[in-house]
């Protein structure tokens, strides 16, 4: 018997001014696992500045295999530029619904819900391709994550992604079916740096997905 859905990661980079520091660790991590997808997260510039900054992020991560989106206020304008595979985006913002019109089925539109169980199920209604719990959350642990995953999971279709505060979590996770684990400053602050971190984590759901007698 199998162990249940495979669980897949997924990388979430901090908010990005510059790359140039950034690049060397993010290309680490993708070379030392499975990384189904990353979440680019510009910070605020012009579009031209932040398709300078995305551009190669994105085509790393392409060229691993990972499905790449971005994320951050007015992404939307440099999607299509970009190269980017679609986009990450507030559950709760009023627009959603049209973000989701705009870029579907070319694109990959994925919602994150902090917070409320009701942004992601109206996120999960317009059409999101995933539902994230656990980003933004101000403190909250981790154990509030799960429940939403834990809650999520037997009962909505839509892909569910919780997202990891530490390289431990990703066991618990992948313990409640969850379509994908995701990894943000457990990954890049990590004290044996990102590629431990993302081999860790893909150590443990190796563990996750071995056949049970």
């Known amino acids: ?45 012009d579009d031209r500045t932040r398709l300078a900054r995305a551009k190669p992020l994105i085509a ?34 009023e627009g959603f619904g049209e973000i989701v019109g ?28 995933y539902v994230m719990f656990g980003e933004d959350l101000d403190g909250e642990p981790f154990s509030t994550t799960l429940e939403r995953v834990e809650w999520w999971v037997p009962i909505f279709q839509t892909p569910c992604v919780g997202l990891a505060q530490s390289v431990d979590d990703v066991a618990a996770l992948a313990a409640a079916d969850v379509e994908f684990a995701a990894l943000g400053d457990a990954v890049w602050l990590h004290e ?7 081999a860790a984590a893909g150590a443990m759901l190796s563990l996750a997905k071995a056949p049970t007698p």
């Not at 993010?26 to 510009?42: K, M, N, P, Q």
Request: charged share 15%; hydrophobic share 55%.
């Open 1 to 45: 018997m199998s162990a249940g859905p495979v669980t897949r990661l997924m990388l979430i980079t901090p908010e990005l001014n510059e790359i140039e520091a950034f690049q060397p660790m993010f290309e680490a991590a993708l070379a030392a696992g499975d990384i189904a997808a990353v979440v680019i997260r510009l910070g605020p510039a």
């Open 60 to 93: 790393a991560a392409q060229a691993a295999g990972a499905a790449a989106l971005v994320a951050g206020a007015g992404v939307e304008d440099i999607v299509g530029k970009s190269g980017a595979d679609g986009l990450h985006a507030p559950a709760g913002d």
């Open 102 to 129: 705009r870029f579907q089925p070319d694109k990959i539109v994925g919602a994150f819900a902090p917070g409320s169980r009701d942004a992601a199920m109206v996120a999960g209604e317009a059409g999101a391709d």
């Open 192 to 198: 044996a740096g990102p590629a431990a971190a993302v």
